[in-house]
């Protein structure tokens, strides 16, 4: 299987992870940590393939790299365990994930990692994961975690694999080429053949939006900060009621309150609404496969210039129903056939965008909200107290990615940022509070 993008440098990085924080206090048996974890996940490990899988990368970068199976899989080199000193405060925990997510993960292996953290505050403990953005998107993101979670304290019997894992042997030189040959040219005509309709349709999605120049945008910095925080999804829902729209909007909503009062602290409010934007799956049928990533974009203004809180919503609601029109109008394809479009070097891309007439930052941030399973879920027997995305920072997506995920009776905000533009990042927490306070009125 093919993996479209590729690309990593010093400063950016190819991979998503999640913090999830739990409470081992009802788990049975021995002191939960890495054994636990590990036992979990080498009885699992055939309900989620590309785990076992790696990345093969084609002669002389004659085609972009493919999955193919690991003939040398070793569990243990993905699982790990670190401890946080005293008091294991939640400042403490954000600076892990931020030094853990620094990293890029190994080409050579399966491109994914595993670390339980121990020595959080009230006897907690956590597991931060990361893997390979071509691997996964939010769906088949849900569809990994749903293998290694379950419902209830008690872990659910899971039938061994029909058979041992018998990986396929590796590619050779010779036939990579080939493969890389007949890729290069193929994906040439595709080049030309794709190139004109989707700077066009890409035209088509953005309308006349133009993101204002902010401290978010520019070039980052390899250093990250990571800060989290959750809200009541009862809460969530008496805004809903209250300003009207779906639970989305409301998420939305509180985010363009954040990103105002840290954009006005930092005197760099702009007079002209910020565009977030905001993955979208694109799968068909309703496939909820545990591999690959199948997404598109869908760009959206955030009215972070409107001084009143209800205002402000009510303008997110109705900016959101415009970007679901504009998104609509085009293909759900156009990401993907963006990518295919576009040629391998960034400067030679940069004029095909510059046609589409994207002038300066094409958006401000990314912005991404994930539903998950509305019931109580346990890790190896520790209860899942809170679920937060850590997600990618670039360049290009800007130096600020807010990701959410619904799952229970919790919706948990995770705020990832470059270190050098977004040294703050504590400071969104704080904002969402506030913002949740001002939009309950």
């Given at each position: 299987m093919r993996v479209d993008d590729h690309r990593e440098s010093g400063t950016t990085t190819g991979h998503v992870g999640s913090l999830m924080v739990v409470?081992?206090?009802?788990?049975?048996?021995?002191?939960?940590?890495?054994?636990?974890?590990?036992?979990?996940?080498?009885?699992?490990?055939?309900?989620?393939?590309?785990?076992?899988?790696?990345?093969v990368e084609v002669p002389l970068g004659m085609s972009r790299p493919y999955w193919t199976d690991d003939p040398s899989f070793d569990l243990g080199y993905h699982l790990r365990e670190v401890a946080l000193p005293a008091p294991g405060s939640d400042e403490q925990l954000g600076d892990q994930v931020a030094h853990l997510h620094l990293s890029a993960l190994d080409r050579s292996r399966p491109p994914w990692e595993l670390t339980v953290i121990t020595g959080l505050a009230g006897g907690r403990a956590a597991v931060y994961s990361k893997i390979h953005h071509a691997a996964v998107d939010g769906v088949s993101g849900m569809a990994l975690l749903g293998a290694m979670l379950d419902v209830r304290p008690e872990r659910r019997e899971v039938p061994p694999p029909a058979e041992p894992f018998a990986p396929n042997p590796l590619p050779s030189r010779v036939g990579l080429l080939g493969r890389g040959v007949i890729s290069m040219v193929a994906e040439g005509v595709q080049a030309a053949l794709k190139a004109p309709p989707a700077l066009a349709h890409l035209g088509t999605a953005t309308g006349r939006l133009r993101a204002p120049r902010t401290p978010l945008n520019?070039?980052?910095?390899?250093?990250?900060?990571?800060?989290?925080?959750?809200?009541?999804?009862?809460?969530?829902?008496?805004?809903?009621?209250?300003?009207?729209?779906?639970?989305?909007?409301?998420?939305?909503?509180?985010?363009?309150?954040?990103?105002?009062?840290?954009?006005?602290?930092?005197?760099?409010?702009?007079?002209?609404?910020?565009?977030?934007?905001?993955?979208?799956?694109?799968?068909?049928?309703?496939?909820?496969?545990?591999?690959?990533?199948?997404?598109s974009v869908m760009l959206t203004e955030l009215p972070t210039q409107v001084s009143e809180p209800g205002h402000r919503a009510a303008a997110t609601r109705a900016a959101i129903e415009c970007a679901k029109e504009r998104f609509a109008a085009v293909p759900p394809t156009l990401v993907r056939d963006l990518a295919g479009?576009?040629?391998?070097?960034?400067?030679?891309?940069?004029?095909?965008?510059?046609?589409?007439?994207?002038?300066?930052?094409?958006?401000?941030?990314?912005?991404?909200?994930?539903?998950?399973?509305?019931?109580?879920?346990?890790?190896?027997?520790?209860?899942?107290?809170?679920?937060?995305?850590?997600?990618?920072?670039?360049?290009?997506?800007?130096?600020?990615?807010?990701?959410?995920?619904t799952h229970g009776?919790?919706?948990?905000?995770?705020?990832?940022?470059?270190?050098?533009?977004?040294?703050?990042?504590?400071?969104?927490?704080?904002?969402?509070?506030?913002?949740?306070?001002?939009?309950?009125?």
């Open positions: 409470d081992p206090a009802a788990s049975p048996g021995a002191a939960w940590g890495l054994d636990t974890v590990r036992a979990l996940v080498e009885e699992r490990l055939h309900l989620a393939p590309v785990l076992r899988q790696r990345l520019g070039s980052v910095t390899a250093e990250r900060r990571f800060a989290f925080g959750s809200v009541p999804l009862a809460d969530i829902t008496n805004l809903r009621r209250r300003h009207g729209g779906t639970v989305n909007d409301v998420v939305v909503a509180l985010c363009t309150s954040v990103l105002r009062s840290w954009l006005a602290d930092h005197d760099a409010l702009p007079d002209r609404p910020l565009v977030a934007a905001v993955p979208v799956s694109v799968r068909r049928g309703g496939r909820k496969s545990a591999e690959g990533n199948e997404i479009a576009l040629p391998a070097s960034r400067l030679a891309a940069r004029p095909l965008l510059s046609l589409a007439g994207l002038v300066g930052p094409a958006f401000n941030l990314f912005i991404s909200n994930v539903p998950g399973p509305r019931v109580p879920l346990w890790l190896a027997g520790a209860k899942v107290q809170s679920i937060y995305p850590v997600s990618a920072v670039t360049s290009f997506t800007g130096a600020l990615n807010i990701t959410v995920f009776d919790t919706v948990d905000f995770g705020f990832i940022a470059c270190r050098e533009r977004v040294p703050d990042v504590w400071e969104l927490v704080r904002y969402l509070e506030d913002a949740v306070r001002e939009l309950a009125g």
